[in-house]
Structures are given as C-alpha cells and as structure tokens.
C-alpha cells in the first residue's frame, strides 16, 4: 500500500507540474510531449499513445506514443477497440474507461477521451492494468485529460491566432498606406481651392451639386470613421490582454490550492499506512480501525475535489445531463445533515426548519445534493465554533425555497460581482483551506435546474443565500 500511494503521489506531481508549467507560447510538438509524459508516470503503465482529431474531417489519426516501440502497435490497437465499441463508447460518456481485452500481448487499456467544450480533441489508450480499488487513479487520468485537451486546443487556436494577425497586420498596412494616400489627396486639395461653391435648389434648399472643396467634408468623415474603428480595435485587444493576464493569475493560484490540498490527505494516507506497516503487531484493533477510518476520510476527501474539478470541466464542456425524477426532500435534507453532524464533530449547532407539506418535489437529486453539501459545506467552514448554522425550507405558490444561515466571517462586498466563478476565494478566508469550486458548483447546479440563487452577506456577521427552485 506504501508503494502504491507514493505511485499516485508521483502521478499527481506530474499532473500539477505540467499545468503549473504552461506558459501559452508552446508548441503543439511541445504540448504532446509533456502530456505524454504526464500519462507514463502512472504506476505500472506499459505505453501511452495519443490519437488527434483531423481537422479536415472527423477521424482520428495517430499522433505520438510512448515509449517509441509502441508506434508499430498503436494503430493496430486502436482498429481493434474500435471494432469492439470500447470507442465509440468512451467518446459517448465523456469519460475515461478501463477495457480488459488483450491485444498484441498488452493486457488491459485505460481509454480517456480529451475534448473541450463542444469538441473532441483526440483520446489517449493507456497500456496499464487497473484494480477495482484503483478509481482515484481513473479520475486523475481525466483530471490530466482535461488539461492536456485544453493545452491542444488553446495551442492549435494560438497558432491561427497568429496566422490571423499577421494576415490583419498586412491588411492593416495596406490600409495605412492608403490612408495616407488620402491624406495626400486632401491636402493637395485644400491647397488649390481657395473657395467652395455650392449649387443649392431654390425651391428645396437642398444642394444639388458642390465643387472639391465642398466634397471635402464626406472625404474627412469618412477618414474620421476609420480611425476610430482602429481605435475600437486596440482598446478590445487591451483589454484581452488584461483578461488573458487575470485568468493567468487565477490559473497559477488554483494549481497551487489544488496541491497544497491533495497533498494534506496524501500525506494522511501516506502515514497512517506505514504506521499500520511497520507496527502493526503493536497496535490494538481500535487503533487499527481508527487509522483505517482517517484512510477513508482522506481518500473520501480526495475523491470530493477530484468530483468537484470534473463537475467544473463537465458542466463547462455542456457534457452534465440533467435527470430529473421525484424525490422526497426531508429525507434527503436529514441524510444530507447527518453527514454534516459527523464530519463537524457537533463543532456548531446545526438547526434545521422544514416547512414544506407535500415534502416530494420533482428534481434532479445529484445536483440538489451538490447545492445542499457545498452551501452547507461553506456555513460550517467559515464559521467559529459554537456558532449557529440553519437549514431551513420553504415554499411559495412557485417554487420550493432553501435557505443556508451562518454568523461565520461573511463576504466582503466587493467580491459579490465575482461570487460564483471558479477559482475565486475573498481575502478574509485567512488560512482556511478550499479550492473556490464550491459557489461555482452552486451556481451551475440551481442553472441546470431552473432555478436562481441569491446571497446576503455582511462582513464578520455572517451571510445567508437563498435558492429558488420551480416547483414542476
């Protein structure tokens, strides 16, 4: 167990390292290469290979493997999980799939798909066999095919970006050339006419006919009319410029938040283990049966952010189904509150109100789990202890309304424009641990029902949001 934690450890290393490493200016061969050797530090792997999407019509092409010996093999491979429909079924579910066959005397496949909103990029089969045990491996492969689909792609639209601006910048050349050329023109006729005339209609008053000089203002207005439009242009570039430089900061502060928080519950599992290895004879069964329990906290911990940064990917990409089904709310509040009371330890008293007769409500209950857990999530952590916090539900003739109460340290108001996008945290959380995921899987889950959200919140008070949802 040693070694296979420090082998996921060593995979998730590589994962962070190559996010935190992209600086937008590589290549596509660049980008290839250190995707595939994120992917061949997953333990125990016997050849990755990367096939593309073509660009000109929809098939995928090989691209790379890892190591070399394998591009004989790679086509090969890929024609047969074709023909079985391990494929076509991988780039139907949007996510990674582990197929046992064995071909070419490689036994067992990890299939993982690499899109982007509205797109496919290419998919990545992974040589390596993979245990029941092993799914927090298989959400780290998505996590790095989410990243290296993103790298493609962002790659492949910086190189025609910069076609494009080299074409633009030819153009604007030749147009600055002609202006000047009008300028000229201008010029000269401003120096030869010394009067305008116009011919204007008696009866009318409209100008029926105008010399040069007359004729000048239209030339003028129209010159005007351009430069502003070139004006227009630049501002629009700065301030993409100012936005590419914000998502920058945001990306570079996430990939830091992100590893400090995987690496908490790593170095739980990480320890307890070698604990439980070295000295098991010594520990009692209550010992061991603690230590097992403060494994699963920390794989279950894991597991939650890992779930957290896929549902970001997923809804973004618009691959997220909404199944909507009837369910009874109580229950689902109650079971929902139990697990709070046991991870909170009763740190805080925690009050629930339900004032909803009918109780059953037709929704989608994985995403009204997501509202529930991360609203109530974010009471708890950012409130002291012995606080209050409140669960209360509600209804009006429309909708069913659930409200999340807190006296934690509240948000500051300047944040409110911000709330909801990923990766943003206030200043005033201090050294309380979080990924900023949490308000945005808020957000997106009451979209994806129909509903809205609303917060009220004062500084070091306490904050209260409020969500929406049609009654149907």
């Known amino acids: 167990m040693n070694i296979h934690t420090s082998s996921i450890e060593m995979f998730l290393d ?28 997953f333990p125990n792997n016997n050849g990755v290979m990367l096939f593309l999407v073509d660009d000109n019509e929809f098939n995928f092409r090989f691209s790379a493997a890892l190591p070399n010996e394998n591009n004989n093999n790679a086509q090969e491979i890929f024609n047969v999980l074709a023909q079985k429909g391990s494929i076509g079924s991988v780039l139907s579910a949007g996510k990674a799939q582990y197929i046992s066959d064995e071909i070419n005397d490689l036994s067992g496949f990890i299939i993982i798909p690499l899109s982007v909103p509205s797109a496919a990029v290419g998919l990545v089969i992974l040589a390596a066999d993979l245990h029941n045990d092993d799914m927090v491996l298989l959400r780290l492969c998505e996590m790095s095919a989410y990243q290296f689909a993103y790298a493609l792609n962002n790659t492949r639209l910086l190189q025609r970006l910069t076609y494009n601006q080299i074409v633009l910048e030819q153009k604007v050349s030749a147009r600055t050339i002609h202006l000047e050329q009008i300028q000229r023109e201008l010029k000269t006729i401003l120096d030869c006419v010394q009067t305008g005339i116009l011919i204007i209609n008696a009866e009318s008053g409209v100008i029926a006919s105008a010399n040069p000089a007359a004729e000048l203002q239209e030339l003028i207005m129209k010159l005007t009319t351009e430069i502003t439009e070139r004006e227009r242009a630049e501002e629009a570039a700065r301030q993409a410029l100012i936005k590419e430089k914000e998502l920058a900061d945001l990306k570079s502060n996430f990939v830091s938040m992100v590893s400090h928080e995987f690496r908490t519950p790593l170095t739980t599992i990480l320890s307890y283990t070698q604990i439980m290895q070295n000295y098991r004879e010594k520990l009692t069964e209550d010992d061991q049966i603690k230590y097992l329990k403060n494994i699963e906290l920390a ?4 597991t939650s952010m890992l779930n957290d940064i896929l549902f970001i990917g997923k809804s973004n990409s618009g ?19 139990d697990e709070m009371r046991v991870l909170d330890a009763e740190k805080h008293k925690i009050i629930f109100k339900f004032d909803y007769p009918p109780s059953a409500v037709r929704t989608d209950e994985k995403l009204l789990r997501q509202i529930l857990l991360n609203l109530l999530t974010n009471a708890l952590k950012y409130s002291q202890s012995s606080t209050e916090v409140e669960l209360a539900v509600s209804h009006s003739e429309t909708a069913v309304i659930i409200e999340v109460k807190d006296k934690g340290i509240g948000i500051p108001k300047e944040y409110f424009s911000n709330l909801f996008e990923s990766f943003r945290r206030a200043d005033n959380v201090g050294n309380i641990s979080g990924t900023g995921l949490g308000l945005s899987i808020v957000k997106q889950s009451v979209d994806l029902l129909g509903g809205n959200i609303k917060v009220e919140s004062i500084e070091n008070e306490g904050s209260v949001f409020t969500v929406e949802l049609p009654i149907s």
């Open 299 to 302: 794989v279950s911990r894991m």
């Open 14 to 41: 590589a994962i962070l390292a190559n996010s935190a490493k992209r600086s937008g200016g590589e290549s596509i061969a660049e980008v290839i290469h250190d995707g595939l050797h994120v992917f061949r530090e």
């Open 319 to 337: 691959a997220l189904t909404v199944t909507m089904r009837v369910i009874n709310l109580f229950e689902l509040c109650s079971s929902i509150l």
